[in-house]
């Protein structure tokens, strides 16, 4: 079942170290600053585990649906979340295919995927994971089609298990933020800061703290210098008052 507000995470029956998470859908028009929660949020996900096996579920239907633009969205989008050693991460992605009709086979499925690669190099825009995607399909398979009515998921999770995953996550996973939601980001921290600077009279230290630390998370996850400027603010103006 899709999270549609949240990031949920469920522990894996049979190793309790493998948490399968479900991202909020960032597709869904719900505003910029829901969009910037998501961002963020996943990001900061990412960036506190040990090792992440990212998947990607592809609805068949989207593939056919206005030249494809919601799987083009969501691989420009997941694209954006990798922000250092591209090259070597993006290799790490597994993509799935969902809502797959009874008599759609894999090569029907790698003549779309070709149609979009070549519709997105036309326009001069990045075709690394559609590459990946379509190489993952080529090498799997059936493997990859969901069809859980029928056929169980054993040898697909085998797959999954001996899949590499992406280490490093604090470095490798950024927040894939527009320019519109940059912008707003940074006015809302900036609302922060100033919202903060007028309750710190009565304030003790450790309550202060409090505040710097929320703010800090949101430096960390989305790496924005603007973020970081009204973070030093933040210290300088408490700084000033506290010593």
């Known amino acids: 079942k899709s999270k549609k507000y949240y990031l949920r995470a469920r522990q894996d029956e049979d190793d309790e170290r493998v948490f399968w998470c479900d991202t909020p859908g960032f597709a869904d028009a719900m505003g ?58 993006i290799r790490k992605v597994q993509i799935l295919y969902t809502h797959v009709p009874s008599d759609v086979e894999r090569d029907d499925i790698l003549q779309m995927l070709d149609e979009v690669k ?6 001069g825009k990045d075709t ?9 399909l080529e090498q799997h398979g059936d493997l990859l089609i969901l069809r859980p009515h029928k056929k169980r998921p054993d040898d697909l999770l ?11 996550c604090a470095d490798v996973f950024g927040a894939p933020l527009s320019d ?3 912008h707003y980001l940074t006015a809302a921290c900036d609302r922060y800061v100033e919202n903060t600077l007028r309750q710190l009279k009565g304030q003790s230290f450790n309550g202060v703290l409090g505040y710097l630390h929320d703010l800090k998370l949101v430096v960390d996850d989305s790496r924005l210098p603007t973020v970081k400027r009204s973070y030093d603010k933040l ?3 408490i700084l000033d008052v506290f010593l």
Do not use: W
Request: charged share 25%; net charge positive.
């Open 180 to 182: 519109q939601e940059r």
């Open 118 to 123: 070549l519709e997105l190099e036309g326009s």
């Open 235 to 237: 210290v300088n103006e």
């Open 32 to 89: 910029v600053d829901v969009a910037v929660a998501h961002a963020i949020a996943t990001a900061s996900a990412l960036n506190k585990c040990k090792g992440v096996l990212p998947i990607l579920l592809v609805n068949y239907k989207s593939l056919d649906h206005l030249k494809a633009k919601a799987v083009k969205e969501l691989f420009d989008l997941f694209s954006k979340f990798i922000v250092s050693d591209f090259e070597i991460n």
């Open 158 to 168: 085998k797959l999954l298990s001996k899949a590499p995953v992406v280490t490093d």
């Open 128 to 136: 690394r994971l559609m590459a990946h995607a379509i190489k993952l």
